[in-house]
């Protein structure tokens, strides 16, 4: 029983150590664009929205507050800027203001409403999400990309290169790739030896 814990544990640690290399952080996905909504003048609607891939498209989640109980709004995305948006649009939803003055409706971006439009294409600083009351738009947000992850300089002196900047050194891949395989090969060989 000992010698079968010591296989499998074994085989796990192995598996574990490629899946880590095979897995660098730089392969994982930049957050989601949040941006905050700034209330027109008159309005203190506030809030913001998450924009995140869906599929091929894009979800839009938004968070109000300030909005006139049970009165109707309408999110939409237009090219431009707040001061100045263009008259093509999508609507993202159609919501009523909650009875304390929130909602939380969400949509997706689809082109002429049926084709779904990528996350790149909407967050680029070139796009701005409205809401519309029965008085005009009470709220804007500019659709900015999403915020990269900070990568260090590199050390000006001392040890350059990716250790010297805290990134993985390729030397340290290698071992750990070739200890991952030896601990499979061992946890097979010990398979093998206890079928015999």
Same mark, same amino acid.
């Given at each position: 029983?000992?010698?079968?814990?010591?296989?499998?544990?074994?085989?796990?640690?192995?598996?574990?150590?490629?899946?880590?290399?095979?897995?660098?952080?730089?392969?994982?996905?930049?957050?989601?664009? @949040?941006?905050?909504?700034?209330?027109?003048?008159?309005?203190?609607?506030?809030?913001?929205? /998450?924009?995140?891939? +869906?599929?091929?498209?894009?979800?839009?989640?938004? $968070?109000?507050?300030?909005?006139?109980?049970? /009165?109707?709004?309408?999110?939409?995305?237009?090219? $431009?800027?707040?001061?100045?948006?263009?008259?093509? +649009?999508?609507?993202?939803?159609?919501?009523?203001? #909650?009875? %304390?003055?929130?909602?939380?409706?969400?949509?997706? /971006?689809?082109?002429?409403?049926?084709?779904?439009?990528? +996350?790149?294409?909407?967050? %680029? #600083?070139?796009? @701005?999400?409205?809401?519309?009351?029965?008085? #005009?738009? @009470?709220?804007?947000?500019?659709?900015?990309?999403?915020?990269?992850?900070? /990568?260090?300089?590199?050390?000006?002196? $001392?040890?350059? $290169?990716?250790?010297?900047?805290?990134?993985?050194?390729p030397a340290s891949l290698a071992v750990l790739g070739a200890l991952g395989v030896a601990a499979m090969v061992f946890?097979?060989?010990?398979?093998?030896?206890?079928?015999?």
């Amino acid at each position: 029983m000992n010698r079968v814990l010591k296989v499998v544990a074994g085989s796990l640690l192995g598996m574990a150590t490629i899946v880590a290399v095979m897995s660098p952080a730089s392969a994982q996905m930049p957050g989601s664009p @949040v941006v905050e909504f700034e209330g027109a003048v008159g309005s203190s609607v506030a809030g913001s929205a /998450v924009l995140a891939p +869906l599929g091929e498209g894009t979800a839009v989640d938004l $968070g109000l507050r300030g909005l006139e109980a049970g /009165v109707e709004y309408t999110a939409t995305l237009h090219g $431009g800027s707040c001061e100045q948006p263009s008259a093509s +649009l999508t609507e993202i939803a159609s919501f009523t203001g #909650g009875a %304390d003055g929130t909602a939380t409706p969400g949509g997706e /971006v689809l082109f002429r409403g049926t084709e779904p439009v990528a +996350l790149a294409a909407v967050a %680029d #600083g070139e796009h @701005v999400i409205l809401v519309s009351g029965p008085s #005009g738009v @009470v709220a804007c947000a500019v659709v900015t990309a999403p915020a990269m992850p900070a /990568v260090p300089a590199p050390a000006e002196s $001392g040890n350059a $290169g990716l250790a010297g900047s805290g990134g993985t050194h390729p030397a340290s891949l290698a071992v750990l790739g070739a200890l991952g395989v030896a601990a499979m090969v061992f946890g097979a060989r010990q398979v093998t030896a206890l079928r015999d």
